[in-house]
């Protein structure tokens, strides 16, 4: 049977970071929280379990993932976010896998609850994540904030495990907005960086690709009031962050 190390990272997870410490303790051997200098109670919470505590200053999602798993002494690696949780269903599936991991890495669906409601639609579930690995085959990658481990190899030796991460996103409207605000930030310097281009027509078209998308080609209205919210703020933050990237081309035309 393998050894597995549950690698998460936190920042003010006060409200998430036990339950998701709770939910791993049947599977993992080791766990390790990098921290981004909370100035909250998740050092204290992590200090009640048996966990490997590291800080470290937040310099990116897919830079701080792959910095937490440098902290892990095992090679196969679970990777989770502080709120999110392994339901029954997927604990006894990683069991399994401990005692034979065939593949290079294991796709696990994820279902979001959002303000109490379990999202089933708007392209929200499964939301398959490659989270279970072994960390000699591949890495994280992506564009901030939104990161994904790739295998070195691709996906043609990758598994897929029954069950469900629980993933507790939004309490409220407002934290969503508040994340859209976040992560419209990042993204749109990301995409700044990475030179790519912010048309005015991407401005207008593309937040309305998206409520389509959302609300009725995945099916978001069959999730009620929550599915509107869900496409109506995800077609907001597609517009914020081609507003944003305009400014900074905007600003960068101003200082040349």
Sequence with gaps: MIKLSVV??????????????????????????????????????????????????????????????TFATNAYILSLDADEELDE????????????????????????????????????????????????????????????????AGDKNAGRLKGDILHYSYYSVQDHYKQVEYFTNIASKAYFKNGKGAPLFKLVVNPIAKFIDHYFLHLGLLDGKTGFLISKISAYATYLKYKKLRNLYKQKTITN
Aim: proline share 2%; hydrophobic share 35%; glycine share 6%.
């Design 8 to 69: 998460i990272i936190t920042f003010n997870e006060e409200k998430n970071i036990e339950r998701c410490l709770l939910s791993v303790k049947e599977v993992a051997d080791e766990i390790i929280v990098l921290d981004s200098f909370s100035t909250d109670s998740t050092p204290l919470i992590c200090q009640k379990y048996n966990v490997k505590f590291f800080q470290h200053a937040f310099d990116g999602h897919i830079q701080q993932k792959n910095r937490a798993i």
């Design 89 to 152: 269903t997927l604990i006894g599936s990683i069991k399994a896998a401990k005692a034979n991991f065939e593949k290079e890495g294991y796709y696990l669906s994820r279902l979001t609850n959002y303000c109490g409601h379990w999202v089933k639609y708007c392209g929200w579930y499964p939301d398959k994540k490659l989270r279970l690995f072994d960390n000699r085959k591949g890495r994280w990658t992506g564009i901030n904030p939104h990161d994904k481990y790739e295998l070195f």
